[in-house]
């Protein structure tokens, strides 16, 4: 069975501009959790996605947007780039998105803001 | 609110030394509590997890046991290889936080042959 996969891998773009990244959960998982990652402020949960639905924020600015598909993949949009926003981007999947349910990583997106 | 405080690297062994990264959390409730591995360049990978007091968690020689009553989670293994060189994160999950994991700030351990 196919992990998680997440598109692109890496990206470069320059403050002020928008992106958007991708994540495809495992077959059959209905779940897609996004975690920012970076050296200062380490692992921090962005929001999940549940059948199509935002089920849990983190504490991150509005600017920081996410939906999913009816085939569970799901993208996260970041609008108006800052330098901080600079960071390795991690999608989860889980099957039911349930408190026993396990959360399976993909490779990340590395986004570099210029 | 919900957090984990693992032992500040970077951790740097010899090869067939023995491993104990330590990690204690605080959160409400009886969390589910994990151990994630990095290698360069990849995503996380689940080592190991526990979701209830006294169960202990194993994969690939690794293990760490669940103790509530010092609210800890420490990651052992008795003898290291030099593939096991990573990164190394304690997460909790709550059940109020569904999908929500709160991940300690990462150990870096570096096997020397």
């Known amino acids: 069975k196919a992990g998680v996969t997440q598109t692109p891998r890496y990206l470069i773009k320059t403050r002020g501009q928008q992106v958007t990244l991708s994540c495809s959960p495992i077959s059959g998982h209905r779940s897609v959790s996004w975690y920012q990652q970076t050296p200062g402020q380490g692992l921090q949960f962005l929001f999940e996605y549940f059948s199509e639905t935002q089920r849990n924020k983190g504490n991150f600015p509005g600017r920081f947007s996410g939906r999913q598909f009816s085939n569970s993949r799901s993208e996260m949009n970041v609008s108006t780039l800052e330098l901080g926003d600079s960071a390795l981007y991690l999608c989860?999947?889980?099957?039911?998105?349930?408190?026993?349910?396990?959360?399976?990583f993909g490779p990340g997106t590395r986004l570099t803001v210029l | 609110g919900d957090s984990v405080t693992q032992m500040e690297g970077p951790v740097t062994l010899s090869e067939e030394a023995f491993l104990t990264i330590n990690c204690t959390y605080t959160?409400?409730?009886?969390?589910?509590l994990f151990w994630y591995v990095q290698y360069p360049g990849e995503g996380l990978q689940l080592l190991l997890k526990?979701?209830?007091?006294?169960d202990k968690g194993s994969n690939k020689g690794f293990e760490a046991t669940y103790r509530k009553e010092t609210t800890s989670f420490h990651l052992e293994k008795g003898s290291v290889q030099v593939s096991d060189s990573a990164v190394y994160f304690c997460?909790?999950?709550?059940?109020?936080?569904?999908?929500?994991?709160?991940f300690g700030q990462g150990t870096r351990l570096t096997i020397n042959p």
């Open positions: 959160a409400t409730g009886y969390p589910s």
């Open positions: 526990a979701t209830k007091a006294d």
């Open positions: 989860a999947s889980s099957l039911l998105g349930s408190g026993s349910d396990t959360q399976y």
């Open positions: 997460a909790l999950r709550t059940l109020q936080g569904a999908q929500k994991l709160v």
